[in-house]
T-cell receptor, first 114, second 116 residues
Framework: KNEVEQSPQNLTAQEGEFITINCSYS?????LHWLQQHPGGGIVSLFM???GKKKHGRLIATINIQEKHSSLHITASHPRDSAVYIC????????????????FGKGTKLSVKP | DVKVTQSSRYLVKRTGEKVFLECVQD?????MFWYRQDPGLGLRLIYF???????EKGDIPEGYSVSREKKERFSLILESASTNQTSMYLC???????????????FGPGTRLLVL
């Protein structure tokens, strides 16, 4: 079982739809990250959170520490949101975290159709 | 803004060749990382370094080595390239844990390597 699991693997939406991507983890963490990777490769950090909720524009990330679960929401989706979204966790020291190495989910490929 | 650059976007090499992938960051970050990314497998850590001349193996170090002679530069070396090393290679850097923003990794644009 992977330590960080994402669902769904693939997601197709119509422009304007509300989108949710889920992430569950099984290790102790000090932070949970949401990353975005556009076609072509470069990865950008969207959010880093350890509790509660963060919002940036149309993107919202939430985390429930007790349930070991995080969600990334996109409101009013647009074709330019099409990308791979990756959830990653910074494990605590007793789960193998040492210098900030991350445990990655396998990513969710989002395609938003006009 | 943090900038992480990688020496090549695309690279084609032959089996058995020695391959050098270079990564440079301009934010004086202590930590640097090399990953490979394959379809269905996600990002996997090859090696990381938390200081000059220091290195630690990640999840899949076999067939790779690294060099960190200067703080800003972290090189990944494929001693004898094989076809199963065809992949996307991504470099990242970060501050140490315990300092502000120490857990955010900043990624380079990636190098797509094809080994024939």
């Amino acid at each position: 079982k992977n330590e960080v699991e994402q669902s769904p693997q693939n997601l197709t939406a119509q422009e304007g739809e509300f989108i949710t991507i889920n992430c569950s983890y099984s290790v102790g963490i000090s932070a949970l990250h949401w990353l975005q990777q556009h076609p072509g490769g470069g990865i950008v950090s969207l959010f880093m959170l350890s509790s509660g909720k963060k919002k940036h524009g149309r993107l919202i990330a939430t985390i429930n520490i007790q349930e070991k679960h995080s969600s990334l929401h996109i409101t009013a989706s647009h074709p330019r949101d099409s990308a791979v979204y990756i959830c990653a966790a910074t494990p605590t020291l007793n789960y193998g975290g040492s210098q900030g190495n991350l445990i990655f989910g396998k990513g969710t490929k989002l395609s938003v159709k006009p | 803004d943090v900038k992480v650059t990688q020496s090549s976007r695309y690279l084609v090499k032959r089996t058995g060749e020695k391959v050098f992938l270079e990564c440079v960051q301009d934010m004086d970050h202590e930590n640097m990382f090399w990953y490979r990314q394959d379809p269905g497998l996600g990002l996997r850590l090859i090696y990381f370094s938390y200081d000059v001349k220091m290195k630690e193996k990640g999840d899949i170090p076999e067939g790779y080595s690294v060099s960190r002679e200067k703080k800003e530069r972290f090189s990944l070396i494929l001693e004898s390239a094989s076809t199963n090393q065809t992949s996307m290679y991504l470099c990242a850097s970060s501050r140490p844990l315990g300092v502000m923003d120490g857990e955010t990794q900043y990624f380079g644009p990636g190098t797509r390597l094809l080994v024939l």
